[in-house]
């Protein structure tokens, strides 16, 4: 019997929500799997809280070896204890006129923000149904799984991540049915804007689309896509919203005796949810253009 409890994974710890939500979990008393992608940011985790309650793992949420590495690695340690939870919090962000989008850009969005959710849960699922949680202490594991204030509102320019984090939704919701009889819960985190890392990789990403699309095409977007970029950036480092406002939604999510189903997190997104239930499409069109 392994003596490792309140055991979770959480993938995409590198930097922003994920490395928050680890390093709170960790602090709070939880075993945290913090999946990363270089040993650099494994050394860094590791010296923002030293001891073992947060231990880097190597994932690539892209590579079926790299998933079934961890979780043996991961299984030998917690043993018959299992994991209280998973976190499904690794993704990437394609900006950019979905004309201008490369098919290989669009499947790594794809592979990254939805496959690659689906082939962590597949694989730790099991971890998920031993944890030997008291019945009356609420599910016996939990997933949660971060997608986007753009997984319930499509902005135009973020077609790609759109269709990523809508099918997320669709995803979490299907499973949530599926594994109520199995007490396992499944919970959807959407944060809004916020200010982390992801920015300055969408912006790079942005820039390249747009310069290797054809001039006569990629003219006809400059001008509204740029300024798009511009107003998105704004307003995510000057919002209140911040990734401790994710990591506290998170936390919520693996300890609650009732887990929401959905956590929306920052102003924005929830107007942008309630307009989305209350308005026509075209009012709603008409809106996100003004907007703009």
């Known amino acids: ?25 960790a602090r709070g008393g939880f075993t945290v799997y913090a999946g990363v992608r270089n040993e650099q940011a494994a050394q860094e985790l590791r010296a923002e809280l ?23 690695l991961i299984h030998d340690e917690v043993g018959d204890g299992g994991l209280l939870g998973l976190v499904n919090n690794a993704g990437i962000s394609v900006s950019a006129p979905l004309e201008c989008v490369p098919l290989d850009d669009l499947r790594n969005q794809l592979e990254v923000n939805l496959v690659g959710v689906a082939a962590m849960i597949r694989q730790f699922l099991p971890l998920l149904r031993i944890s030997g949680t008291p019945a009356p202490a609420g ?8 997608t986007s204030g753009v997984g319930r509102v499509a902005l135009p320019y973020m077609g790609a991540y759109a269709a990523s ?7 979490s919701d299907a499973l949530r049915r ?34 290797g699309a054809p001039e006569p095409i990629a003219a006809l977007y400059r001008d509204r ?13 000057s919002g209140t919203t911040a990734p401790a406002d994710v990591a506290r939604a998170v936390e919520h999510a693996l300890t609650a005796r009732r887990p929401r189903i959905r956590y929306r997190v920052g102003r924005d997104v929830s107007i942008g949810s309630l307009a989305a239930r209350l308005l026509p499409d075209r009012v709603l069109d008409l809106a996100i253009t003004r907007s703009l």
């Open 1 to 25: 019997m392994s003596d490792i409890t309140k055991a979770v994974v959480i993938t995409g710890c590198s930097t922003g929500l994920g490395r928050e939500s680890a390093i709170r979990l």
């Open 50 to 72: 030293p001891g073992d309650r947060l231990r880097p793992v190597s994932i690539d949420v892209t590579s079926e070896e790299s998933i079934a590495d961890a979780h043996k």
């Open 139 to 146: 599910p016996v594991g939990r997933i949660v799984n971060v």
């Open 165 to 171: 984090q809508f099918g997320k939704e669709g995803l």
């Open 178 to 211: 599926e594994l109520a009889p199995q007490r396992i819960s499944v919970s959807v985190i959407e944060p809004g804007a916020i200010a982390t890392p992801i920015w300055d990789k969408q912006a790079r990403t942005a820039t390249r689309l747009l310069e």
């Open 225 to 237: 896509f740029t300024a798009f970029a511009e107003a998105n950036a704004a307003t995510a480092t």
